[in-house]
């Protein structure tokens, strides 16, 4: 094929490869064991199989109403009234959406307008800050205070300008396995209080929630739910992430706005995963009980690798963990994740591609939605890593 010799203007010209699929690539190329990219190796629920198979046989396999099947919507509208007391009225106020990260593109691209500033938590996910710039706004980076990842509520309100239209949260936080706390909601609520901010929560890991704690959803604040659109996942709650089935929930008028733009980004969602989906969400059970599973499996990660030289970092959340590595190795992040892969066969995400300007703290994320032989392989490798 000829090349192309007119003149590009990249509108993200500081943006590659994501770095998970570059860990990924780089885990297969080595035959390396993967605890980078946030996926279970673990298989889907065979009911669940089971009902999107049926689903498919009847015939189900066309397009879907664009907002998403009824059905499904009215499951989540349940879910989140029976778990958090919200109302959200299923056929004006819930979508169904190709994953989360359409979701939040879509969102993103409905509400932020060039020259609008977007306050993000950072270290973020890394799908936030390319798709703000690419609609002409302004990221700025509210850093967390380590190690526990916390909010400044000292520097936070000074970020907050004329200019700020959105906040985007996430709890539980990725990468960090941190919460959001209940007494920030109500920080941020009352700070906000007579201001045009809209909220952007992405809560796709709320059912894995670890210790006790209690996942704090923003539509369990009035202040925030009015201006707030919550976003979730199938793919993370029911290991499914190649589905690509997610939802946003949020109030009539954000909910219109955020269609308009989702009809012309996918249109419609899988028909016979969301016919699945709503059927299965019918037995509470098969979400309610995510949090002992994964902390069954993050607890067993971290007796593993007790006898290791890396320092864990507190997990209250997610299926991740962070490892401090600096009682081993001076190296920078990115460079110590790939020579692990290549030397030990083990990959994970260095930490510092979640800063906008690439902040080493000497932390690597580690995945451990993964089988107990998985993990029994990767705490093996890691083990032996010494100075």
């Not at 089935?245 to 899988?270: D, I, M, S, Y």
């Not at 299926?319 to 692990?340: C, G, V, W």
Request: glycine share 6%.
């Amino acid at each position: 094929m000829d090349k192309y010799t007119g003149t590009i203007t990249s509108k993200l010209p500081l943006t590659g490869t994501s770095i998970f699929a570059v860990m990924s690539a780089l885990a297969k190329e080595h035959n390396a064991v993967n605890l980078s990219q946030g996926f279970p190796d673990f298989p889907v629920s065979e009911e669940l199989i089971r009902l999107v198979n049926s689903y498919m046989k009847k015939g189900m396999n066309q397009y879907a109403p664009m907002p998403g099947i009824p059905a499904l919507r009215e499951r989540i509208a349940e879910m989140f009234g029976n778990r958090y007391g919200a109302k959200y009225d299923p056929e004006t106020e819930v979508t169904i959406t190709a994953g989360a990260t359409q979701a939040i593109f879509s969102i993103i691209s409905a509400f932020v307008r060039p020259g609008d500033e977007v306050i993000v938590l950072e270290p973020a996910y890394d799908s936030y800050a390319p798709a703000v710039k690419l609609q002409g706004g302004l990221v700025k980076y509210a850093r967390l205070q380590a190690p526990d990842y916390t909010i400044n509520w000292e520097t936070f309100p000074s970020l907050i300008s004329g200019r700020t239209s959105m906040i985007i949260l996430n709890s539980p936080h990725n990468p960090t396995g941190t919460l959001i706390r209940a007494k920030d909601l109500k920080k941020l609520e009352t700070l906000l209080k007579n201001r045009d901010i809209i909220i952007l929560s992405d809560e796709v890991y709320e059912h894995l929630v670890f210790d006790g704690h209690q996942h704090e959803s923003i539509c369990r604040y009035p202040g925030l739910a009015s201006r707030g659109l919550v976003v979730g996942s199938f793919g993370k709650t029911f290991h499914a992430t190649g589905w690509k089935c997610g939802f946003v929930l949020a109030p009539r008028e954000l909910t219109a706005e955020l269609r308009k733009v989702h009809q012309f980004v996918v249109f419609a969602v899988n028909t016979p995963v969301q016919y699945a989906i709503a059927e299965y969400l019918k037995n509470p059970d098969h979400y309610n009980n995510l949090g002992s599973f994964y902390q069954e499996k993050r607890d067993l990660f971290l007796k593993l690798i007790k006898g290791s030289d890396f320092k864990p970092l507190p997990a209250s959340g997610t299926y991740f963990q962070l490892l401090n590595y600096s009682k081993i190795s001076d190296e920078k992040e990115t460079a110590f994740a790939e020579r692990l892969v290549r030397e030990y066969k083990i990959a994970s995400i260095p930490v510092s591609a979640f800063y906008h300007n690439q902040e080493d703290n000497k932390v690597l994320r580690f995945c451990f939605a993964k089988t107990t032989e998985t993990l029994e392989k990767g705490a093996e490798i890691l083990c032996k890593i010494k100075k």
